[in-house]
């Protein structure tokens, strides 16, 4: 049975993930993306040891995989009804707990296995054979790397599970949490004292401490999940915007209020700022020249950061209620794209406020606001003409991501460039042209999708 | 085509890959007929909504609902009520702020809402969220919007299959009283009784084939009741 459970969702995830490419060829294109990475920043390692302290270097390296396990590890969320909606219409064998003779936790305990499973297998084993295969590293420091940097990720897979199911179970207890992280920083406790970074230099105990830390949240996590059965909301009426404006862009403002996507839009820019900025902090230590990047330079990069509060437009609600009315695909579309532009502008131009008075650049905040707005409206227009309503799943097609590409990075490039080198004019005219462009993709977004039905 | 009959198709077909879900369907539905699509599971009766209420098309053959082609999906959806086999809703929307927005799509009147609430037994319930409905609910508010704007021909598929039997009894009679009033409703449903005891005529599919079409009575002359009827047509085409 154990085993049966293991490999159906093993199974189901294969479908899943696959069902997202136009071929199942295509579908390792990004393991092999990650293998090829691994290999040619392994092969870097001689020339990046002269600017860092390999220790360092290392460090980073866990930092980067704990917070990889940090970001996927909300498992604890599969007892909320939150989970169900990522999923959207289809239904996994994990909701079957309630009609098989199973318990939750035990379906829960399998599913988690396989999809560390899965993502040990497909994101972090390809980027180590890669490196393996570039022979940059002696094995016996190689393996010992291999080791301390899974568990890492391990652990803050675990660490997510735990606080995920202390969130769902009573929000209170993050205090708890809360207080803990506070008492350990006051400690002096630093990431250098995570037990897989003490095994690395020579602590073998601490790797048998950070199996047990893994083993121990995740069974304390999956004891406390449970299915939570949320009592029915009564809600003050919206309709009201029905009357005031139109009502499907009525409807996605009230979808994106009462989902709390809003939460979630908001702090979206956030994680890749930090990426950003650390690439940036690394980047200049590598070259030992302090880099200069200007604010037209993140306008560019937060321009495209928008698309992500597109995709998480889209993940509120399947547009399927909509099949039985008399509605069509692209009006669905350019409410969705409208309230997008209306909700990423007003963030995008606010991190922009912030940023510009960090690097005290505040003389080129308007033209830097110009240049994010033309990215934002020709990223978004150009995601939907490709995606339509799907850009969480189509974008994963190999034939759609590279038009995706072959429109998106040219100008992308070309923008950032001329940020680089600081041409004004240049950059004026240039987000001047993908305005224009963007106007066009948006004419075209009719004819594309007119006479096509909602799936 | 015949301005009476307000379903027309010819040569009706749609496939899903290498299964196909219909074939050459032939079929034409009168003014005021309550007219009943029988067909086992996996028959096509799902598939022949959809494509008569232009949320899918056709890889063959013709068809107009009310004198409108089925390729003008807007025209169709607007002049038609449709209750789904499965019910979708939006997930953040109130039962009330969901025929508001019906009747806002469709341009009409909101006066109706609160009628619609009390006839459904939803109005304690117009502000819980679609999502936190149960299915019988569910259906039940998919029913109303599909009702909301009077429409002349309505599709009903399997529309009986989670509201209790108060609730059924209560539909069936507005159902009688609806087609009284020269509208016309197509029901698909696997449920022989409930053909037997609503519709005035009856069409029986398996396997993507349109295998019988006939008036109750002629229909009832082949055997001793609906369900020997269906049974030895569905065997036999099997």
Redesign the interface.
Known sequence: MAENLFTLQLKEEWRMLTSYFSSDKLFFAFPLVLLLLGFFMASLIPFIERAFDMKELLTAFHLLLGLYGIFVGGFGFFAD?VAQ?WFR?AKLLIHMYDVLPISFRRILTWFYIKDIVYYLFLTIFPLFLGAFLSFAIPFPIFAKVVVSSVLMFLIGVSITFLVSALYVRNRLSLVGVALIAGLMYVRGFSFSDFPPLQYLYGDLTSAGVSIVIFVTFSVISLIITTPVT?P????????HL??RID??L??EI??VR??GTYQVIATSYLFPLFFLYGIFYFSGRLFQVPLDIPLTFYAVFIGYLSTLVYSWLHN???P??M??????MSQIIKKKIKLFLAASFVLAVVYLIILSYLLSDLSILPLSVYSMGSITFYVAGVTAYLCGLYPNTRLFDGSVLIKYLGAILPVLVLLSILSLTKSSLEIFVVSSVVVLLSFLVYKRLDRKYE?V??D | MNPANVIHTAGLSKSYGETRALHNLNLKVEKGEFFGFLGPNGAGKTTTIKLL?????PDEGKAEILGIDI?N???V??AVG?V?EVV???????V??YL???C???RIDTAKIQYWLDFTELSEDN???C??LSQGMKQKLSFA??FIHDPDLVFLDEPFADVDPLMQNKLKKFLKAYIEREKTIFLSTHILEIAEKLCSRIAIITKGTLIKTGTLPELLSEGKDLEEVFLNLVRKNG
């Open positions: 009804e909606r219409d949320k029915v909301k009564k809600l003050f009426p919206q309709s029905f009357y009502p499907l009525a409807k009230i979808d009462r989902s509120i609600d399947p399927s209620p099949r039985t009315l008399p509605v069509t006479g039905y909602l | 209420t232009s949320q899918i098309k390729r999906d807007i025209a959806k607007k449709i789904p979708s809703l939006p997930s953040f929307l109130t009330a702020e508001e927005f019906v806002r799509i469709r502000n819980t969220l999502k936190d919007a599909a």
